[in-house]
């Protein structure tokens, strides 16, 4: 019973483009939401939040909207560069005291030059 | 200067085997976590410890047994290791239970 899912295993973009990553929920519970962003090798690297609060947060280059009604979240990157070229991790946290977070499958974007 | 750092990067060894993973951070965090990613590439939170109490227990095998010494450290002890238990074991730490995570760069661990 996965609560958080990414149907998309993978999404090829050209340079400049725009990118959008989706993530689908069925925990309405969830208070948070989280991207992480993974480099082979390396461990998930904290890209960007939002609260349940809240329908939209950017930072930079990076926006993030949450639709609560659809339990749809989704990331958009503008413009993609090939640096990007990431896995992507969506994640949800359990309103609670613990920090207990739920992860997507992630979604491997490769930005092409 | 590595913020999580665990180790080895690499583990193989044989079924039946013990073998321990260590975890240690710099960060200055109280709440440390164990997480595994399968080979359907999930990650599963296994433990959280919270200055050094126990406070997330996932349905994780007996075979797996967390010690966190200090709020700086979070070592995974694992018994009698099975084909399974192959995966890719990441150690991440934060503030009090607050968000971000912050992840070391993973053990893979190999079981022939």
């Known amino acids: 019973d996965q609560q958080v899912k990414q149907n998309s295993p993978s999404l090829s973009v050209q340079e400049g483009r725009i990118s959008i990553l989706n993530c689908d929920y069925t925990n309405s519970m969830f208070d948070y939401f989280l991207w992480y962003k993974k480099y082979p090798a390396e461990g998930p690297t904290f890209l960007i939040s939002i609260s349940s609060i809240k329908d939209k947060n950017e930072d930079g280059r990076f926006t993030v909207f949450l639709n609560k009604s659809a339990k749809h979240l989704s990331l958009h990157i503008v413009p993609s560069q090939p640096g990007d070229s990431a896995v992507y991790f969506c994640a949800a946290r359990v309103y609670s005291n613990t920090g207990k977070l739920i992860f997507g499958q992630g979604t491997t974007l490769q930005v092409k030059p | 200067d590595t913020a999580v750092s665990q180790t080895p990067k690499y583990l193989v060894t044989q079924m039946g085997n013990d073998k321990s993973i260590k975890c240690e951070q710099n960060?200055?965090?109280?709440?440390m976590y164990w997480y595994k990613q399968d080979s359907k590439k999930f990650l599963k939170i296994m433990f959280s410890y919270n200055n050094k109490e126990l406070i997330i227990n996932e349905t994780v095998p007996n075979r797996f047994s967390p010690k966190s010494p200090d709020k700086a450290h979070l070592n995974l002890h694992i018994n009698s290791l099975e084909l399974g238990d192959s995966a890719v074991y990441f150690c991440?730490?934060?503030?009090?239970?607050?968000?971000?995570?912050?992840f070391g760069d993973g053990t893979r661990l190999s079981i022939l």
């Open positions: 991440a730490s934060s503030d009090q239970g607050n968000q971000p995570q912050h």
């Open positions: 960060l200055g965090h109280d709440t």
